[in-house]
């Protein structure tokens, strides 16, 4: 078993509120997690309402397809527009 992990660090520039930040992070994690089949919470910088930082994982059977998914899901934040990914990190882990 093989579990793809990326960390997303976000900065939204066009918000003046939480409320206004949460909308574009759920929707953000509802496409990524209906597109991809993964699974994706905001995992950090909750009351800041100009940065997010979301966390996401997906199981596979090889490597080679989890690193492609993170790699086409961190490609898809990118080309969304609505936030400006400044970061983030990737780590395959294998379980025996």
């Known amino acids: 078993m093989v579990i793809g992990v990326c960390k997303v660090f976000l900065t939204?520039?066009?918000v003046y509120s939480l409320k206004e930040k949460r909308h574009i992070v759920k929707s953000l994690i509802e496409r990524i997690k209906s597109r991809f089949n993964a699974s994706v919470a905001e995992?950090?910088?909750n009351d800041k309402?100009?940065?997010a930082v979301i966390g996401i994982s997906c199981v596979s059977n090889e490597s080679r397809h989890a690193d492609s998914m993170m790699a086409n899901i961190v490609n898809f934040i990118e080309n969304d527009g609505r936030a400006v990914l400044f970061d983030y990190s990737t780590e395959?882990?294998?379980v025996d």
């Open 49 to 51: 309402w100009k940065r």
């Open 43 to 45: 995992v950090d910088l």
């Open 12 to 14: 939204i520039d066009e």
């Open 92 to 94: 395959i882990i294998h």
